[in-house]
């Protein structure tokens, strides 16, 4: 799976590790679920933007489900920081996404199946799950395109 968010040092691809924001928590975990907050299309490391503007006016819809895409890698990402492995992953549960999008684009499923779609690639059946995307006309760093937050059933 080719990303566009990947750290390459002396020719390797190695794991980011995923920056702590002052005042916000990335995951909180209670009991067996992990609730993530919502991650934008953003190197985990230096939070500059992969993709920025509106899907309909700045980006099309295939740069919008590319960036979804992004947002599954980063999130999968931290989990597998934060559980040692994706093997300790049950199931994705829910997912929320919001869509920066022009005046009258109404394909947001398509760009959320980016996410989707990646989530199931890598997870298989653990990675089907309950989803709600709504548009919005702008979002944090920039103007992102899209931002997503999960909530997943994790081994203890």
Known sequence: MDSINRIL???????????KKRG?????RAGNLIFVSGHGPEDPIT???LFRGRIGQDLTREEGYQAARECAIIILGALRETLGSLDKIRRFVKVFALVN???GFDDLEYVMDGFSDTVMDVLEERGY?????????NLPNGNIPCEFEVIVEAEE
């Open 47 to 49: 939070d500059e933007p």
């Open 9 to 19: 040092e002396d020719g390797r691809e190695i794991e980011p590790a995923y920056k």
């Open 101 to 103: 999008c022009a005046e």
């Open 24 to 28: 916000i928590i990335l995951q909180r």
């Open 129 to 137: 799950h309950a989803r709600t995307v709504m548009g919005t006309h």
